[in-house]
């Protein structure tokens, strides 16, 4: 039997040439794993629950492709247009201090994350951002880690929170009321985020630290 041998099914992934594969060899080993434990030692994944998990996936992976695909066109498009600049000269035409410049970005960034996932945030907003922050000398490392932590609040906000809506499935609840009962944790969040951009040695101790 199978389950009378765990070593044998562990050795898979303590084995050293297993971590030094590359990556896509490693997902599909670990895929290769996960269908053979769902079916074979657990016995709890069918054919038909297979087939449904494959069809989803390939759904999933589709989608991202055209995300990234079309934000690879996308990235052409906003640099021959020169969006970034003008983008750049709009916001530095409101104001030129870097905090009250950081804030209106956030606020964007926000509103966007409300109905845009994280990734494509990611792919689409960064290269608008990055000459901005640049023009009026903030860090893009810190410029990194408040624009990550903002955008990634954005999957549980509504109205397209896509965690806000997993966790209410999961829970059994509306999303109406997973929003309401996680009010504490956006004011946290929302405090987190000021704090980064007031106070940038937060983010950048470490990194100045090891890299000097």
Known sequence: MITQNPEGILKTFSDRDFFEEAPPLIVRKKAAYAVFAGMVVYREMTLKIFWETAKQTLVDVGVLMLIL?????????????????TIAELLLGITTNRHLLLI???????MVGMFIETGVIALLLTPVSIPVITRIGIDPVHFGVVMMTTVTAGIMTPPVGVALYSTSEIMGCSPQETAREAVPFYIMLFVLVLLLTFFPQIVLFLPNLVFG
């Open 104 to 110: 209106l970005i956030i606020v964007l960034l926000v």
């Open 69 to 85: 695909a079309l934000s690879g066109t996308f990235g052409y498009a906003i640099v021959f247009g020169r969006i970034p600049q």
